[in-house]
């Protein structure tokens, strides 16, 4: 072959590596999917992942729905990694309720990053701060009326994704324990995005979402007086593979880098 290069469009060059690489000619690069929390997505792939891959050589598929649907398909071996957003035995707990005779105790997570949960109000609810004590009063049903802490007389409208999500499962462990959350006429949607968006139209909406949604949008963050941690986990189905370390060490490098 000569010394020449040519600078081919991207998608030839896909074709041309694909090519050589089923002659023989190039080892083809090893990938791992990655599938679950849209909340690690975010924080963590979203802004790193080229950088992983360049520094690993290990190609990434990132499949993002939901922290507990990463660890079902670890489960039917349809990803080498989950990515999860909240603790794991809290996910063993929620996914045990449907399907109780996985082999949970096969699960290892090694945790990545931390991040935040929020609180979304619509923009003209006036309460625009709670302590975390009133909010569990709001979530178990205790307290319905935003009138009890000072604002209208509107039947507070919970909205949060429907039960799988790891912001969801972080704020019911830090509030309700083993519970759930039983606050009448709650919204239910299907993934975080849609959560800014019913809370925009619903005045009297209290919304449980991801922060690094709030923080890139102009979504109205109701305060508290502490925050609910979420911890974000890669998590393998026995032991992590020598390439599944690769990948986790380079994302936590990456993530203390921001620190």
């Known amino acids: 072959m000569s010394g020449i290069t040519f ?20 080892a083809p690069a090893p990938a791992l999917t990655l599938q679950g929390s849209t909340t690690f997505t975010m924080t963590v792939v ?66 990545i990053a931390r991040t935040r949960a929020a609180f979304v109000v619509h923009p003209a609810n006036p309460v625009r701060r709670l302590p975390l004590a009133s909010i569990r009063r709001i979530l178990t049903g205790e307290v319905v009326n935003w009138k009890a802490f000072g604002g209208a007389d509107l039947p507070i409208r919970v909205v949060v994704v429907r039960t799988g999500g790891g912001v969801l499962a972080s704020v ?41 949604l709030v923080r890139r949008g102009s979504a109205v963050e109701l305060e508290t007086d502490q925050p609910i941690e979420q911890i974000l986990s890669l998590v393998s189905l ?22």
Request: hydrophobic fraction near 45%; include cysteine; glycine fraction near 8%.
């Open 46 to 111: 979203e802004p790193h992942a080229k950088a992983v891959e360049d520094e690993t050589g290990i190609g990434l598929e990132i499949i993002p729905n939901k922290s507990s649907l990463g660890l079902l398909a670890l489960f039917e071996h349809k990803a080498d990694l989950a990515m999860i957003s909240a603790g794991l035995a809290k996910e063993i707990q929620l996914l045990k309720e449907i399907h109780p005779d996985l082999p949970f105790e096969q699960l290892n997570a090694a945790e």
């Open 238 to 259: 026995g032991e992590p593979s020598s390439d599944d370390r690769r990948v986790i060490e380079a994302m936590r490098r990456r993530m203390e880098t921001e620190r």
């Open 172 to 212: 019911e462990a830090a509030l309700l324990g083993s519970g759930h959350i039983s606050t009448p006429d709650a919204i239910r949607v299907q993934v975080g995005t849609q959560i800014l968006k019913v809370v925009a139209q619903e005045p009297a909406a209290l919304g449980i979402t991801q922060f690094g």
């Open 7 to 26: 600078c081919l469009p991207r998608a030839c060059v896909a074709v041309v590596v694909a090519a050589a690489a089923a002659a023989g000619l190039v």
